[in-house]
Nanobody, 115 residues
């Protein structure tokens, strides 16, 4: 079955960096489009970034463009989100996602940006 496991979240000061990882299993990762989302309590889940199967095509929400970088390692079945110049408004639970007719989600990893 499809399994997504996020890791790498934590507490960081404004201006700092974190790298999130999402380990995938149960499907052909190397041919799958992968996405990152985030969610703040009481708000809808927000799309953050997407990456095609080869890593040659990436897209970003305007709110993170120029600060976040999505990448993947198909040999490790893992997608990453490098987050730089973090702001308090980036505080959220971050989820990776794959869609095969319906969305599959991991358990999420908490990112808190605070001084």
């Amino acid at each position: 079955q499809v399994q997504l496991v996020e890791s790498g979240g934590g507490l960081v000061q404004p201006g700092g960096s974190l790298r999130l990882s999402c380990a995938a299993s149960g499907f052909t990762f190397s041919s799958s489009y992968m996405k990152w989302y985030r969610q703040v309590p009481g708000k809808e889940r927000e799309w953050v970034a997407g990456i095609n199967w080869s890593g040659g095509f990436t897209t970003y929400a305007d709110s993170v463009k120029g600060r976040f970088t999505i990448s993947r390692d198909n040999a490790k079945n893992t997608v990453y989100l490098q987050m730089n110049s973090l702001k308090p408004e980036d505080t959220a639970v971050y989820y990776c996602n794959v869609n095969f007719g319906r969305d599959f989600w991991g358990q999420g990893t908490q990112v808190t940006v605070s001084s």
